[in-house]
């Protein structure tokens, strides 16, 4: 399973539509608390996350999802208008795979997203 993070949902619906093509079953929850209480239940195959988000950060997600047992090695997209050294320095450091920049690219975020399907599934 894909699971996007994102609450805005124009660019929701954009990464839904550019990873439709996948065939993989998709998930896309607008909040920390859904994205922790979702992958809980099941652990997503890879996670496709926004910076900011209405009741935290990506990066505060990607530090308590890497706490959750199995999911240290789920490859973490990060797809955000926050393109700061800083933050992506700081994204990458806490396991992100790669960094998106908004707005969307849609051929390089599928492309992003099938690499780190292939590394998930070898690995």
């Given at each position: 399973m894909i699971l996007a993070v994102e609450d805005d949902p124009v660019a929701a619906q954009l990464i839904e539509e550019t990873l439709r093509p996948l065939r993989q079953p998709f998930v896309v929850v607008g909040t920390v608390a859904d994205a922790m209480a979702r992958a809980a239940r099941s652990a997503p195959a890879v996670i496709v996350?926004?910076?900011?988000?209405?009741d935290g950060d990506g990066l505060a997600l990607a530090r308590t999802i890497r706490g959750l047992p199995g999911m240290r090695t789920v490859p973490l997209i990060f797809c955000t208008s926050d393109v700061s050294a800083a933050s992506v320095?700081?994204?990458?450091r806490l396991g992100g795979v790669d960094y998106v920049a908004k707005p969307i690219d849609p051929d390089a975020l599928r492309e992003r997203v099938q690499r780190a399907l292939q590394k998930a599934r070898v690995a």
């Amino acid at each position: 399973m894909i699971l996007a993070v994102e609450d805005d949902p124009v660019a929701a619906q954009l990464i839904e539509e550019t990873l439709r093509p996948l065939r993989q079953p998709f998930v896309v929850v607008g909040t920390v608390a859904d994205a922790m209480a979702r992958a809980a239940r099941s652990a997503p195959a890879v996670i496709v996350c926004d910076l900011g988000l209405p009741d935290g950060d990506g990066l505060a997600l990607a530090r308590t999802i890497r706490g959750l047992p199995g999911m240290r090695t789920v490859p973490l997209i990060f797809c955000t208008s926050d393109v700061s050294a800083a933050s992506v320095s700081t994204a990458i450091r806490l396991g992100g795979v790669d960094y998106v920049a908004k707005p969307i690219d849609p051929d390089a975020l599928r492309e992003r997203v099938q690499r780190a399907l292939q590394k998930a599934r070898v690995a």
